[in-house]
T-cell receptor, first 113, second 110 residues
């Protein structure tokens, strides 16, 4: 069974803080993804990675950065959190290629005050 | 045109009803198609892949119509527990990840 875990289910941070969201998968998947999900806007891709130390911008990378130092771990960084980054953040992984099904972690609900 | 489109709903159906959702996609070269289920405040979970010849899993049937570029999900004998949002996903253009629809919300009513 694929398992994707995220470091926190709920997080409250202040404007301007640096925020780290961690994601770990245990199925030796090549690909990892970070999304945010907001009501009415669906899943929006922030960044993705098809290999260790590789990263690609998704549809909404502004205000975010990522790190993938190990195959199983993909971190999302908010350099200076802002209130418009309050959202549900979902990490996902897939085996390889751009066509494989993705498996999601439980999500982190981030509130920036 | 958006890459993947779904009717947002909500679809409100009585228990036991049959309900169908469609999802249209714009990339005629797409080869991989999926349906996900997302419960309120939870992560999306893979429901089923969609194969060219169509496929069934219990009360759920998925079909692909390449000519009209849409996939469908049919749920027979709806249960209260089927209430959720159903998202479709289609592989993107070039080496880009899956593209997700915004989801269709289903409420099954007793």
């Amino acid at each position: 069974d694929v398992k994707v875990t995220q470091s926190s289910r709920y997080l409250v941070k202040r404007t301007g803080e640096k925020v780290f969201l961690e994601c770990v998968q245990d199925m030796d998947h090549e690909n990892m993804f970070w999304y945010r999900q907001d009501p009415g806007l669906g899943l929006r891709l922030i960044y993705f990675s098809y290999d260790v130390k590789m990263k690609e911008k998704g549809d909404i990378p502004e205000g975010y950065s990522v790190s993938r130092e190990k195959k199983e771990r993909f971190s999302l960084i908010l350099e200076s959190a802002s209130t418009n980054q309050t959202s549900m953040y979902l990490c996902a992984s897939s085996r390889f290629g751009d066509s494989d099904e993705q498996y999601f972690g439980p999500g982190t609900r981030l509130t920036v005050t | 045109r958006k890459e993947v489109e779904q009717d947002p709903g909500p679809f409100n159906v009585p228990e036991g009803a049959t309900v169908a959702f469609n999802c249209t996609y714009s990339n005629s070269a797409s080869q991989s198609f999926f349906w996900y289920r997302q419960d309120c405040r939870k992560e999306p979970k893979l429901l089923m892949s969609v194969y060219s010849s169509g496929n069934e899993d219990g009360r759920f049937t998925a079909q692909l119509n390449r000519a009209s570029q849409y996939i469908s999900l049919l749920i027979r004998d709806s249960k209260l527990s089927d209430s959720a949002t159903y998202l479709c996903a289609v592989n993107g253009v070039g080496n880009t990840p899956l593209v997700f629809g915004k989801g269709t919300r289903l409420s099954v009513i007793a």
